[in-house]
């Protein structure tokens, strides 16, 4: 293998098919060199088998860029001269999603990739997760997927993709899977942050919020918090994920009937504060004095209402996954650190 190309491959955050390709359009723009070498050649210099090549050639094919003449090779036409091999990404929203308008977390990460993928020709679209869409990206492999907080059937649908040399980048999660990029805070830092801080309060309880959905990151989180060597009870209530608003607000009355001293709700996202605080007014209960609150998201209005909050970083989230879509990013995995913003202004951890 051709020492600079194998040093360009394994910076690259692309599949080989996507270098290959963008390595012959630029030598024929910037180098002028309008014909293409063999397959043959392609395969020694990259280190890579014929279909690699032959999927890096299909673009060329497809859009009447290159010609074949019998006994001298294959070239470039004059008029693929600075074409920009376009990319597309698919964002991919969790199928039990049932609205995200309003989402902060929605909103700011969506925006990052959008900041993220300016002027890289790449377009992307929106879809929620389903068994066609997987079918669709299988069919479809100059489409990178973005995963928006997968869980369990998308993290199988993810490794589906992978297996087959799609491109997939996952966002606000973690995995060890070969070939599947992303980018995510730290969920265990944020659970030992969050718990080392209720133990400086000196929190008598904490009663841990989350939907079945969320399995694993709150998984992580708990493993994080319990890390910690506390002096409060720890418990965890969690609620079906299926009409979610419902089963949240069923289980947060239920514990607030036995509602001890120093007790603090932790909830795992942000959409569940609006709901909380709108049960403790109909309780005719004192935010911050009958019960604390800690949330898992950088939520404006839990902040506004002295709440804490751990912050994660939504907007770096996605300019960071776009990076890597775009290939302006050398790294394939990347973790962030949140930041705990305490009820306390003083007191940032």
């Known amino acids: 293998m051709d020492s600079t190309a ?104 969506v925006q990052g990739i959008f900041d993220g993928l300016a002027s890289s020709g790449i377009s992307l679209t929106i879809e929620k997760f389903s068994g066609n869409l997987l079918y669709q990206l299988l069919q479809d492999k100059d489409t990178v997927s973005i995963w928006m907080s997968p869980e369990e ?89 299926d009409k979610w608003q419902e089963r949240f607000r069923e289980a947060f009355r239920k514990q607030l009937n036995n509602l001890k001293p120093g007790t603090v709700a932790v909830l795992n996202n942000g959409a569940l504060f609006p709901l909380a605080y709108e049960i403790l007014k109909e309780k005719k209960l004192e935010l911050n004095k009958d019960i604390f609150m800690l949330v898992f998201d950088d939520s404006r209005e839990a902040a506004m209402m002295d709440v804490s909050v751990v912050a994660q970083p939504f907007l770096q989230i996605g300019r960071m996954g776009a990076s890597i879509v775009s290939g302006k990013s050398s790294e394939n995995r990347i973790l962030l650190q949140a930041l705990l913003k305490a009820r306390n202004p003083q007191k940032i951890i």
């Open 153 to 241: 059937q998308e993290m199988a649908a993810v490794r589906e993709l992978a297996g087959s040399d799609c491109m997939t980048v996952l966002l606000n999660r973690q995995t060890d899977f070969p070939g599947v990029f992303w980018v995510s805070t730290d969920h265990f830092d944020e659970g030992v942050k969050a718990a080392s801080y209720l133990n400086d309060e000196n929190m008598a309880e904490l009663i841990y919020f989350c939907s079945d959905a969320e399995s694993s990151i709150s998984k992580v989180r708990s493993e994080g918090m319990k890390s910690v060597s506390s002096r409060f009870k720890y418990s965890q209530c969690f609620f079906a994920q």
């Open 6 to 109: 194998d040093k360009k491959m394994q910076e690259s955050s692309k599949p080989v098919y996507m270098v290959i390709r963008e390595d012959l359009l630029n030598d024929f723009n910037d180098r002028n060199i309008s014909r293409l070498p063999s397959e043959r050649e392609i395969c020694e210099k990259y280190g890579v088998c014929r279909p690699t090549v032959q999927k890096a050639l299909s673009y060329f094919i497809e859009n009447d860029m290159i010609v074949r003449r019998p006994g001298k090779g294959t070239f470039f036409r004059e008029n693929a001269r600075k074409t920009i091999v376009r990319q597309k990404a698919k964002l991919v929203i969790r199928h039990d999603w049932q609205s995200w308008e309003g989402d902060s977390y929605f909103g700011e990460t």
